[in-house]
T-cell receptor
């Protein structure tokens, strides 16, 4: 059972453009929604995270938008750079089981 | 030191071999995790240790045996693996089991022949 649905599977963006990745969830017990960035040959690294009582969080070029009623959240990367080319995973933490559930991942390629 | 260090980086083993993966962190984290990641897939949770005690086992086959000798070290003992067990094995840690922020190592790329 896929508890966190992520789209698109892959994304190509021009340098300077906006990259948008979307995720949806069903489990209302999720209480923490992180995004992880993974480069080839490396483990995932926490990029930015949000809690459901906040509708938006911005850190530099990265913004999470959160819609609690729709059970959806998204990552926006402004002024995308070739160095942002990586796989991005949205995730959700189940406060009951203390597990982090990952979405399927989005492979982002930023063209120079 | 904010690193999770995993050794070896690469491992090739036969189906009859016994090998171990090692993970170390010195951030004072009391929760440690093993994840398995197949190519182009998300990490899948295998085990969680909290204060050196096994807290979660996600119905992992017994050919994978975790061990937490102390609060800084986590091992994964491998025996009689199958080719389908070939994957990137990631270790992670967090301040404690209730803390959401995971710090991942770079993983061990395992190939089972």
């Amino acid at each position: 059972q896929q508890q966190v649905k992520q789209s698109p599977q892959s994304l190509i963006v021009q340098k300077g453009g906006i990259s948008i990745i979307n995720c949806a969830y069903e489990n209302t017990a999720f209480d923490y929604f992180p995004w992880y960035q993974q480069f080839p040959g490396k483990g995932p690294a926490l990029l930015i995270a949000i809690r459901p009582d906040v509708s938006e969080k911005k850190e530099g070029r990265f913004t999470i938008s959160f819609n609690k009623s729709a059970k959806q959240f998204s990552l926006h990367i402004m002024d995308s750079q070739p160095g942002d080319s990586a796989t991005y995973f949205c995730a959700a933490r189940d406060n009951g089981g203390f597990k982090t559930i990952f979405g399927a991942g989005t492979r982002l390629f930023v063209k120079a | 030191d904010t690193e999770v260090t995993q050794t070896p980086k690469h491992l090739v083993m036969g189906m009859t071999n016994k090998k171990s993966l090692k993970c170390e962190q010195h951030m004072g984290h009391r929760a440690m995790y093993w994840y398995k990641q197949k190519a182009k897939k998300p990490p899948e949770l295998m085990f969680v240790y909290s204060y050196e005690k096994l807290s979660i086992n996600e119905s992992v086959p017994s050919r994978f045996s975790p061990e937490c000798p102390n609060s800084s070290l986590l091992n994964l003992h491998l025996h009689a693996l199958q080719p389908e067990d070939s994957a990137l094995y990631l270790c992670a840690s967090s301040l404690d089991r209730g803390n959401e922020k995971l710090f991942f190592g770079s993983g061990t790329q395992l190939s089972v022949l």
